[in-house]
């Protein structure tokens, strides 16, 4: 099993920045990628950025890239979303999640209310 916890959202006005935090603890051995994904009223969830946990590759959205970067700190064993220049339309709830190759092996944080006020 493997625990994450979300922390950073919060309410930002548009053009402002936020940096959310997933730390992940547990079998983190069985974990090959992290990443951010997010889901506004009425839509689907959708990826936002994903990194691999034992390699320098990152994925970010087309609908955010260069706004947003992800990185990682495997000491800690958390993943970082930086998010900058934030739209409304960026307004969602942002979860975390860890997988690896296994088809057990995929976890999700609660997620963090990220809201963006124009």
């Known amino acids: 099993q493997v625990h994450l916890v979300e922390s950073g959202g919060g309410l930002v006005q548009a053009g402002g920045s936020l940096r959310l935090s997933c730390a992940a603890s547990g079998d983190i051995f069985s974990i090959n990628y992290m990443g951010w994904y997010r889901q506004a009223p009425g839509k689907e969830r959708e990826l936002v950025a994903s990194a691999a946990t034992s390699a320098d590759s990152t994925n970010i959205a087309g609908s955010v890239k260069g706004r947003f970067t992800i990185s990682r700190d495997n000491a800690k064993n958390t993943v970082y979303l930086r998010m900058t220049s934030l739209k409304p339309e960026d307004t969602a709830v942002y979860y975390c999640?860890?997988?690896?190759?296994?088809?057990?092996?995929?976890?999700w944080g609660r997620g963090t209310q990220v809201t963006v006020s124009s």
């Open positions: 999640r860890a997988w690896g190759s296994g088809i057990l092996d995929n976890y």
